[in-house]
């Protein structure tokens, strides 16, 4: 199965931002809705957020006001903008399809560490 690819993780400061980029095949991208999901140590797997087919997004309680979901669809990529950043957001995030019964059971792709630390 085809999985989308994520990157842009680093090391920042509280407070700051960062962008990670998730990038597939637009045949993807047309027929699956796009989600990020989040696991730090220890931790159960945390869903994100999600923007749908047609555009529509969706976020966790803990990140609504500071993350923007987005996509490109010229580039085949979903965006996740990431502000005033805590350390309890420190994790490694993935990119997931979803919606459709094919997309939600695809395989879990690469993900891209975030660490926010003073």
């Known amino acids: 199965q085809v999985q989308p690819v994520a990157s842009g993780g680093g090391l920042v400061q509280p407070g700051r931002s960062l962008r990670l980029s998730c990038t597939g095949p637009?045949?993807?991208?047309?027929?699956?809705?796009m989600c990020w999901f989040r696991q730090a140590p220890g931790k159960q797997h945390e869903w994100v957020s999600c923007?749908?087919?047609?555009?529509?997004?969706t976020y966790a309680d803990s990140v609504k006001g500071r993350f923007t979901i987005s996509k490109d669809k010229a580039k085949d990529t979903v965006y996740l903008q990431m502000n005033s950043l805590k350390p309890e957001d420190t994790a490694m995030y993935c990119c997931?399809?979803?919606?459709?019964?094919?997309?939600?059971?695809?395989?879990w792709g690469q993900g891209t560490q975030v660490t926010i630390s003073s």
């Open positions: 997931k399809t979803a919606g459709l019964a094919d997309c939600v059971s695809a395989i």
């Open positions: 637009g045949f993807t991208f047309n027929r699956c809705d």
């Open positions: 923007i749908s087919t047609d555009g529509i997004t």
